[in-house]
C-alpha cells in the first residue's frame, strides 16, 4: 500500500517585524507498506516512512523580505523503516 500526504505552506508564530511570521513549507512525502504471506498465520511486513526523504523547510520572512532571505531552517530525518514478523501460534 502507498500513501502519498501532501501538506501546504502552513502558517505559525509571528516572529520578524509586525507582519512577519514562521512558516512551514509545502511538501509531499511518501509512505509504502509491505506485507508477505509466508502461511497462514505467518506474514512479515516493512514499512518506510517519508521514502523519498523529503526535507521539512521552515520560512520566516515579512511583507519586505527578499525571497533568498525567507530559509531559515532545512531538516532531513531520513527515511523511516520498520520490519518485522506477525504470527499466531
Known amino acids: ?6 501538506r501546504g505552506l502552513q502558517k505559525g508564530n509571528q516572529v520578524v517585524g509586525v ?18 504471506q509466508v502461511r497462514k498465520n505467518l506474514t512479515f511486513y516493512v514499512n518506510a516512512q517519508n521514502l523519498f526523504n523529503v526535507p521539512e523547510v521552515l520560512l520566516r520572512y515579512g511583507p519586505e523580505t527578499p525571497n533568498y532571505a525567507r530559509r531559515s531552517q532545512s531538516t532531513t530525518y531520513g527515511v523511516q523503516l520498520t520490519m518485522g514478523m506477525k504470527g499466531t501460534f
Open 1 to 6: 500500500m502507498a500513501k502519498w500526504n501532501y
Open 19 to 36: 507582519n512577519g511570521f514562521q512558516y512551514g513549507e509545502a511538501r509531499t512525502k511518501l509512505d509504502v507498506n509491505l506485507d508477505y
